[in-house]
């Protein structure tokens, strides 16, 4: 018996412009915990903090346009950026005054020569929790960007936390429990 993958995507994501940008995946078989292999509390509020400095990894390329993919997974060091900086920054870059960041994304870098960029889609943004910088906890997802490692222009991630009601409903639905992910 091969083992079943259910993908859930969030019922308003919109491909479009990318909001609502997440899914859930529910596997039949438990993944083996191991050295490489962890988990990671999912933020429980949308992260309004934006003090500290947050942590991304992925696969992707060096560069935008040039650049193989990883085979060593690359991590790197990443400030949180308000949303009005954010949205500024974005407006500046090439988006235009009339651009509005919807509230399903939180944004993060900004700094040259540091950044997410292509194939790093769906990595995990984590942070430390508020009040305890030795825990941390999933913030956000690599979502989308204008271009990769310029100064002023942050990426664009998923705020995780304003989607716990619906993560909560769909794992409930699936007969797992919530608490296993919180990080309270």
């Given at each position: 018996?091969?083992?079943?993958?259910?993908i859930?995507?969030h019922?308003?994501?919109?491909?479009?412009?990318l909001?609502?940008?997440?899914?859930?995946?529910i596997l039949d078989?438990?993944?083996?915990l191991?050295?490489?292999v962890?988990l990671?509390?999912?933020?429980?509020?949308e992260?309004?903090?934006?003090?500290?400095?947050?942590?991304?990894?992925g696969?992707g390329?060096?560069s935008?346009r040039k650049?193989?993919y990883q085979?060593?997974?690359?991590k790197?060091?990443l400030?949180?950026?308000?949303k009005d900086q954010c949205l500024?920054?974005?407006?500046?870059?090439?988006?235009g005054?009339?651009?509005q960041l919807?509230?399903?994304?939180i944004?993060?870098?900004?700094?040259a020569?540091?950044?997410?960029?292509?194939?790093?889609?769906?990595?995990?943004?984590i942070?430390?929790?508020?009040g305890n910088s030795n825990k941390?906890?999933q913030v956000?997802i690599?979502?989308?960007g204008l271009?990769?490692g310029v100064?002023?222009?942050p990426?664009?991630?998923?705020?995780?936390?304003?989607?716990?009601?619906w993560?909560d409903r769909?794992?409930?639905s699936?007969?797992?429990?919530?608490?296993?992910?919180k990080?309270?």
């Amino acid at each position: 018996m091969s083992p079943k993958t259910h993908i859930i995507i969030h019922p308003k994501y919109n491909p479009a412009s990318l909001r609502n940008d997440i899914a859930l995946l529910i596997l039949d078989v438990p993944f083996k915990l191991t050295d490489n292999v962890g988990l990671i509390c999912l933020s429980q509020r949308e992260r309004q903090n934006v003090e500290g400095t947050c942590v991304a990894t992925g696969w992707g390329k060096n560069s935008y346009r040039k650049g193989t993919y990883q085979s060593i997974l690359k991590k790197l060091e990443l400030p949180l950026v308000s949303k009005d900086q954010c949205l500024s920054s974005l407006q500046q870059a090439r988006l235009g005054p009339f651009f509005q960041l919807h509230e399903s994304f939180i944004c993060a870098g900004g700094e040259a020569n540091k950044d997410t960029c292509k194939g790093d889609g769906g990595s995990p943004l984590i942070c430390p929790v508020i009040g305890n910088s030795n825990k941390f906890e999933q913030v956000g997802i690599v979502s989308w960007g204008l271009t990769c490692g310029v100064q002023n222009t942050p990426g664009v991630y998923v705020n995780v936390g304003i989607f716990n009601d619906w993560i909560d409903r769909t794992v409930e639905s699936y007969g797992f429990s919530p608490n296993v992910y919180k990080s309270d």
